[in-house]
């Protein structure tokens, strides 16, 4: 859309703002943090917007979903600044992140496969006692402080035994298979109060069943980013078009 026809359409903030359910002071809040293009102003002092601030304001929200708030607030602000680079090194960031998530899901899913032996030994089973790890060697192991993993032992989702002479708690292969198992979901996205039903239920039932309504969850999440990446991705180009 060339500038001549750009300047003989004027929208008031009402309109930009109705034609896509926001507020008016939604509008002046994006502009102000260069989520949009400077308005022009009336001689009166209001702001008047065009076709390209609508432009951007669909390429804005329609990267929201698959990059997050901040994320497309920066990747507009590059491209209304002139730093193009900037926004695409950023959409590349997004797409490495969701890569990383979708191979984090593919380990956690095999995580659950080496937990199928824990589990087969049933309900109530005692955990092979011979052995073990304390806490700092385990928490190096998965990049992690040993503070995090007590927190984790406080929400009930490890479960360390205390060697009698020292008192120091130690992770058997059980608890070394729960703890990895938690930080892969954690990588995934997921709070300490959603782990920890989880991993009870499957020690009550001794198997991995009630995993799989998460892990298909969590299947459809990646999936939806990706596809709200392609529809950002396509406002965004119909953006950089219309700015010319």
Partial sequence: MGRNLQSAKRLRPIDLARGHGLSTQAVRNYEEAGVLPAADRTPHGHRTYTPLHAAALRAFLALVPGHGHRTATSIMRAVNGGATEEAFRLIDESHARLLDDRRTLRAVESAL????????????????????????????????????????????????????????????????????????????????????????????????????????????RLSARGRAMLAGAAELEAYLRERG
């Fill in 113 to 220: 496969r080496e937990l199928a032996p824990a589990g087969a030994r049933g309900p109530g089973a005692a955990a092979p006692r011979s052995g073990g790890t304390f806490v700092g060697p385990l928490a190096g192991e998965l990049g992690i402080r040993p503070a995090t993993l007590r927190a984790w032992e406080r929400a009930g989702l490890v479960r360390p035994r205390r060697d009698p002479l020292t008192g120091y708690r130690v992770y058997d292969e059980a608890d070394v298979r729960d703890a990895r198992l938690v930080r892969q979901l954690r990588r995934g996205g997921y709070l300490l109060e959603q782990i920890a039903p989880l991993i009870t239920q499957v020690r009550a039932a001794g198997g991995l069943e009630p995993l799989g309504a998460a892990l298909r969850d969590w299947h459809g």
